[in-house]
């Protein structure tokens, strides 16, 4: 369920620029990201709009290291993902990718292949979809729902990206939060009916 996000696709919900996502599993629930709002635990790296809204949390979390020490003032379990891990059943992280600002992505295992969730990609959606797949050579990526940050890219990049999505067997895209209103048209145009339009308020079921 996307519960912060540049979109909305429910009227009592406002749009905000930021991306925050609770995956809803038998297990313990994840949320991934903040969006704009309240500071948790695990944002995925350190733009305002993925972390807490409050300045006194945003002086903390300007900083992993200082995020790490916030969360450890607070009597709160922190781990570091420095590198790909699993970090729950069937849950996975691509670890922190190397860009500015560093970054990770969730991987959630489900029957139909794996399901991807960025937040902002900087390190590049291409880059994480080829890092999830090295991490994981006997699966599909069968969706990738997020952010893609794309926003800036022309039209020529934009349909190269698809391409590329779609020559690494990338079955759905959800683009949202940073990807732009290009993307999306672009990847509507390309992906059809397999990309979905998202926003905050979507629920996106996972098949088992
Ligand atoms: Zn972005």
């Known amino acids: 369920m996307i519960v912060y996000d540049n979109h909305t696709v429910d009227s009592r919900l406002q749009a905000r620029w930021g991306f925050a996502s609770v995956v809803l599993l038998p297990g313990p629930s994840i949320l991934f990201d903040t969006g704009g709002g309240q500071p948790h635990p695990s944002p ?27 969360i450890g003032s607070r009597s709160l379990g922190c781990e570091t993902c420095d590198v790909p891990r699993r970090i729950a059943e069937r849950v996975y992280t691509t670890g922190e990718m190397e860009n500015a600002p560093r970054e990770q992505a969730l991987v959630v295992e489900m029957g139909d292949g794996l399901v991807v969730i960025t937040g902002c990609a900087h390190p590049g959606i ?21 952010g893609f940050h794309l926003l800036s890219a022309s039209a020529e990049q934009l349909e190269g990206t698809t391409d590329h999505l779609q020559e ?40 088992d």
Request: aromatic share 4%; hydrophobic share 35%.
């Open 44 to 70: 995925q790296h350190a733009h305002p709009w993925h972390r807490s809204g409050r300045d006194r949390y945003r002086r903390d979390l300007a900083h992993p290291r200082r995020l790490r020490n916030s």
């Open 168 to 207: 690494l067997g990338l079955r759905r895209v959800a683009p949202s939060h940073c990807s732009g209103d290009a993307c999306r048209d672009v990847m509507r145009r390309m992906y059809g009916e397999d990309c979905l339009v998202v926003g905050a308020g979507s629920v996106i079921p996972l098949p």
């Open 126 to 146: 291409l880059s994480i979809v080829r890092r999830v797949k090295s991490m994981r050579t006997d699966a599909d990526v069968s969706l990738v729902m997020g």
